[in-house]
């Protein structure tokens, strides 16, 4: 993940917010869960926000929550010592459904066509889908790759928020579209090269351990 470096500084952002959580004993899985209904409103403000900014604002700040929170379950887990085994299963099926509505809405809105948001919306899938199918294999969880999840969402925001600012299109290559458009095709070739870099990764994983 190419922001990973990016860590430690959210960590200094969410602190204080995880410790109002604390104190009124809000519990990480209640977080995670309602990231889910911010993710769900964004994907309804995408699919509705074609040439209406306030829409796409709306979208935006949808997106922020979801990311908020998505942050902030973690971390609150860690500091109350409620880690667990279902806690991680919860916050990875929400974080595939937050994709599905918010990349799949941003896609299905009218930014680029069905066909080519399926192709995002593949890849998106696939690349998280892998990290976690190399631990079921045995060798961990893989987070490597050119894509990750804090990845799309700040690119996704970056976009959203130039889109507010700049409603035109725009063409490459004798294709026009919007910034928004350009950046879910971004976010689905990386994607896509991001499951390729972790299939590689396990493979050779898995290679160099039936040869010891």
Not at 137 to 158: H, W
Request: glycine share 10%; charged share 15%; proline share 2%.
């Amino acid at each position: 993940m190419t922001l990973d470096s990016l860590r430690s500084t959210a960590v200094l952002i969410l602190d204080p917010f995880v410790k109002v959580f604390e104190t009124y004993n809000v519990s990480a899985n209640s977080l995670t869960v309602l990231s889910l209904f911010f993710a769900m409103l964004a994907g309804i403000c995408y699919y509705f926000s074609l040439n209406s900014p306030w829409v796409l604002f709306a979208a935006l700040v949808f997106v922020f929550f979801n990311a908020f929170l998505d942050g902030a379950d973690g971390l609150l887990a860690r500091k109350t010592n409620s880690t667990s085994k279902y806690g991680d299963f919860l916050d990875h099926v929400i974080d595939r459904y937050a994709d599905v509505f918010i990349i799949g809405g941003a896609c299905l809105g009218g930014s680029v066509e069905p066909a080519i948001g399926i192709v995002v919306i593949t890849g998106v899938l696939l690349a998280s889908y892998l990290g976690t199918q190399a631990q079921a294999v045995g060798i961990g969880r893989v987070y490597g790759g050119i894509m990750g999840r804090a990845d799309r969402l700040i690119i996704l925001t970056l976009a959203t928020s130039l889109n507010i600012a700049y409603v035109p299109s725009f063409g490459l290559w004798g294709v026009d579209y919007s910034v928004l458009g350009w950046a879910l095709i971004i976010i689905g070739i990386a994607s896509h090269i991001t499951a390729f870099q972790r299939i590689w990764h396990t493979r050779k994983m898995l290679l160099e351990g039936e040869n010891k």
